[in-house]
């Protein structure tokens, strides 16, 4: 007879560990569920594979969540919910993460430019390869590895996914050492648009200015519209 009652006594204690294992188990499939979609819904329907590893969750997981809330690859490692806001500048961002948007990109970012260019500007070191940029119609600037960096500050894109962008100092200077690839309506507007703003820092874009070579040309400019 206490052998029996030991027997069930065992087989309950199991049964117990087994029901409490499934338990956790089932609050951990929440947890992850719960993270990832909080992470979906904080980046605007956007999610990075970088980030949910960041969180310890597997690419098995991953998998899992991505074909249960039907969500889309957009490029490697970035998927889309279907109601998510396109936002090309993001994804150009997380395909090339050590791009900086440059030019009319940056005017636009900087919302010194009203209307989203028709190409993407952006800007790479000397040493990037570019090519594949390049077929798809996206305009590729290259500088020394020294002044990538220089003037780079992050801002929102309007669906509100944080982007490397020049500041506008820096992009009045990458727009007279590439004027010529500039629209002259485009070039001469983002110039006067500069001047009139309340928070412009000239000793700052002159010291740009000197870096890149536009020194004599901004100063012609500043003498005659200020």
């Not at 690419?59 to 991505?66: N, P, S």
């Not at 430019?113 to 600037?141: G, H």
């Amino acid at each position: 007879m206490y052998k029996e009652k030991l027997g069930i006594n065992v087989t309950l204690h199991v049964r117990l560990n087994e029901l409490q294992y499934e338990r956790e188990s089932k609050v951990m499939i929440v947890s992850k569920t719960e993270e990832l979609m909080a992470l979906l819904n904080s980046n605007h329907g956007y999610l990075k594979t970088s980030d949910v590893m960041r969180l310890g969750i597997s690419r098995a997981y991953l998998g899992e969540f991505v074909k249960a809330q039907g969500l889309r690859r957009v490029t490697q490692g970035l998927y889309m919910s279907m109601d998510a806001w396109d936002d090309g500048i993001y994804e150009l961002q997380v395909r090339y993460p050590k791009a900086v948007f440059s030019h009319e990109t940056a005017l636009y970012l900087l919302k010194m430019a009203e209307r989203e260019p028709s190409q993407f500007s952006l800007t790479l070191e000397s040493s990037a390869n570019s090519a594949a940029l390049s077929k798809q119609d996206i305009k590729v600037y290259k500088v020394k590895e020294a002044l990538v960096e220089m003037g780079m500050m992050e801002v929102k894109t309007p669906t509100g996914h944080m982007v490397r962008v020049y500041n506008t100092e820096r992009t009045i200077c990458d727009l007279f050492r590439s004027r010529r690839n500039i629209e002259i309506q485009d070039f001469q507007e983002a110039i006067k648009d500069y001047v009139r703003l309340k928070e412009k820092n000239l000793p700052l874009l002159m010291r740009y200015a000197k870096e890149f070579s536009v020194e004599k040309i901004i100063q012609l400019y500043l003498e005659v519209l200020l």
